[in-house]
């Protein structure tokens, strides 16, 4: 199962930061069973949004060049408060460093300039044909569907 938590990239400077917005809606399906009577979004769903932001400064600023951008480790990982239905969570990246595989990111999430959750993200890049050459067709149609996911999110 494959999903998008980022519903807008609002904010994009090449290579180095991303603001990006998740709306939570109380018809998300996922709000049924996470805290029946107390519906808010999952820490770990807030953690992907981070990462998911991230995952696009990295695929934008380096020309979609690679298929495959995971993240590797999560650290400082704090969470501050809940995200309900009818809030927005924004999300915030800032690239830190970066070697020729990963890139180390600051990230915090915030409700109305309130920091909801934060961590350093280390996310990794790669093509499916640097190990096996065969994938490369795979790696071109996977990265042909980011930019077309990228060109919805993100309207300069």
Known sequence: MR???????S???TGEEITATKSVSLAEEYLQDHFPLFPV???VFMLEAMTEAAAWLIRHSSGFAHSIVTLKEARNVKYADFVEPGNTLTV???????DERTTTFKAEGTVEDRQH???RLILERYNLADTNPDDSELDDRCIGQMRELFDRLYRK
């Open 41 to 43: 979004l999952p820490g």
């Open 92 to 98: 915030h990246a800032k690239l830190m460093k970066q």
């Open 3 to 9: 999903f998008t938590l980022i519903d807008r990239i």
């Open 11 to 13: 904010g994009l400077k």
């Open 117 to 119: 959750v934060s961590a």
